[in-house]
């Protein structure tokens, strides 16, 4: 690059000798003015050679490693507010760049987020559910969607249509999925209830109801959805998807049978990109993540291994060698097309032997060489 620099500054010095203008030069060259100036300063003064008006003193350098020194478990942002309370102001990556050079910079890592550890882990379906509502219209009447979700594989389990939220509704909701799951209310192990602190839930009745189950009610934090982010994720989900675009439902038979439709489409047919972008009844159906994962290793093994056959067989078929002859005749004769141009420039015949660089059976007219 340096070379290709050198040899315009010359090219341009060589034409304005001769009284050439540097913009008519640089014009044609293609090359703006602004890039030819700097260059040209360049090759006056080396970059390393000028000083900024900006850089950081010797003595700024001495204050950053005296406080480093007064305080070595400060950082450099802390070191930036002691300097500051000095009454000397520079930016943290400064001194941070600083401490680098002098190989002052610690390793530091931070505390994970505590939201984002999990506390718990469901490692296959009916282990743990999750349960909430939201509203809708129904008849320009307020009703709500009452659901459970399986948190392994993300299936509605159990969905119901009501006019008002109360215990009886929870517990009825819980009990109809069990049914669908095929779980006995006598069985040990019920699944784990995961809910808000809403009146519903924390009433006695289904408090007493669970205990009476033996089934555990599992309450989220207050202002924490994200202990039932599962469940969050799916109403947002319906809503944007089905709720919002209808608006009011006619009926309450109509809201069922809607809001059935696309649950059975959640379930059965949409894909879920915390799934690997499998379906919830996949997943639900395989109960197993670490088949799950195989499985999709699998899918990707093949799609490569039909897209390098595919690559293999086109680069075969290029690297045949090509018959260039007329099909169903014999190799068409290249002839020179030198005596038809001069017999077109002096209004001759063309020699019908030599007529044409592609094959012998085409001919001139006559008349369009007399003319």
Same mark, same amino acid.
């Given at each position: 690059?340096e ?5 315009? @500054?010359?090219l /341009?010095a060589?034409?304005? &000798?001769?009284?050439r203008?540097?913009? +008519? #030069?640089?014009?044609?060259m ?10 040209k ?21 001495g204050?950053i490693?005296?406080?480093k ?24 990556s400064v001194i941070?760049?600083?401490l680098?050079e002098?190989?002052?910079?610690e ?12 506390r718990?882990?469901v490692?296959?379906?009916?282990l743990?559910?999750g349960?909430?509502?939201t509203?809708?219209?129904v008849?320009g009447v307020?009703?709500? @969607?009452l659901? /459970?979700i399986?948190?392994? &594989?993300?299936?509605i389990?159990?969905? +119901? #249509?009501?006019?008002t ?23 040990e192990?019920?699944p784990k209830?995961r809910?808000?602190?809403g009146?519903?839930?924390t009433s006695?009745i ?7 189950l033996?089934?555990?009610?599992s309450?989220a ?8 982010a599962?469940?969050e994720?799916?109403y947002?989900s319906?809503?944007?998807e089905e709720i919002?675009?209808v608006g ?5 038979i109509?809201?069922r049978?809607?809001l059935?439709?696309y649950?059975?489409?959640y379930?059965?047919t ?8 499998f379906?919830?009844a996949?997943v ?8 799950l ?23 075969k078929v290029s690297?045949?060698p ?7 005749k014999?190799?068409?004769q ?6 038809n141009v001069e ?5 001759q015949q063309?020699?019908s ?7 012998k ?11």
């Open positions: 690059m070379n290709q620099k050198q040899s315009m @500054l010359e /341009v060589a034409h304005t &000798s001769q009284g203008r540097v913009s +008519e #030069v640089l014009s044609s293609g090359v703006a003015r602004s890039n030819y100036y700097r260059w300063k360049d090759k006056t003064q080396n970059k390393a050679d000028r000083l900024s008006s900006y850089e950081v003193t010797v003595e700024e350098r204050q490693d005296e406080v020194a007064q305080y070595p478990q400060y950082r450099h942002r802390r070191i930036q507010g002691v300097l500051q309370q000095r009454g000397v102001y520079l930016s943290a941070y760049g600083h680098k002098q190989g002052q910079v390793p530091y890592e931070r505390r994970a987020a505590p939201w984002k550890e999990p718990y882990e490692w296959q379906r009916n743990m559910w349960s909430d509502w509203k809708l219209s008849g307020r009703w709500y @969607l659901t /459970v399986d948190f392994f &594989s993300r299936w389990v159990a969905f +119901e #249509v009501v006019p939220v109360h215990a009886g509704t929870i517990k009825a909701i819980y009990q109809a999925g069990l049914r669908n799951q095929g779980v006995s209310i006598h069985s192990t019920k209830l809910v808000d602190r009146s519903p839930n006695g289904t408090q007493e109801f669970f205990e009476g033996g089934a555990e009610l309450f934090r207050v202002r924490r959805p994200t202990d039932n599962l469940t994720r799916f947002g319906i809503k944007q919002y675009l009011n439902y006619p009926d309450e109509s809201a049978e809607e059935g439709r649950i059975e489409s379930n059965q949409r894909p879920h990109q915390a799934l690997f972008n379906t919830p996949h639900h159906q395989l109960n197993n993540k670490s088949a994962l195989e499985e999709l290793n699998n899918i990707k093994r093949k799609t490569r291994d039909r897209r390098k056959a595919y690559w293999a067989e086109k680069q690297q045949q090509v018959n260039r002859g007329c099909p169903g014999a190799q068409c290249i002839v020179d097309p030198k005596p017999a077109v420039l002096q209004h063309p020699d032997q030599n007529e044409n660089p592609i094959t059976n085409d001919s001139l007219d006559s008349l369009i060489l007399s003319h």
